[in-house]
Nanobody, 117 residues
Framework: QVQLVESGGGLVQAGGSLRLSCTAS????????MGWFRQAPWKEREFVAS????????YYADSVKGRFTISRNNAKNTVYLQMNSLKPEDTAVYYC??????????WGQGTQVTVSS
């Protein structure tokens, strides 16, 4: 079992930046592929970005490519999402996600990101 705690959300103007952090506790963090999802009001949760256990592979939704960067620091048990050039449509609750080698999924409680126009 792993516990995930997100931080770094908030209110920002369009064009601004935020960095989300997700700190894991429990089992060995480096064994998990990590990612970020988001859910806007009245919409389904959607994939944003993911990173492999060693950090060598990253994947992004088309809507955030070139603006968001996912990274991880296994020594700190933390994964980050650097969000630049934010748009109002990026407004959502952002969830940290972990998947272990057995395919089990874990979620954080979410952090609100609001982008004003």
């Amino acid at each position: 079992q792993v516990q995930l705690v997100e931080s770094g959300g908030g209110l920002v103007q369009a064009g601004g930046s935020l960095r989300l952090s997700c700190t894991a506790s429990g089992r060995t963090f480096s064994n998990y592929a990590m990612g970020w999802f988001r859910q806007a009001p009245w919409k389904e949760r959607e994939f944003v970005a993911s990173i492999s256990w060693g950090g060598g592979s990253t994947y992004y939704a088309d809507s955030v490519k070139g603006r968001f960067t996912i990274s991880r620091n296994n020594a700190k048990n933390t994964v980050y999402l650097q969000m630049n050039s934010l748009k109002p449509e990026d407004t959502a609750v952002y969830y940290c996600h972990a998947r272990d080698s057995w395919g089990d999924d874990y979620w954080g409680q979410g952090t609100q990101v609001t982008v004003s126009s």
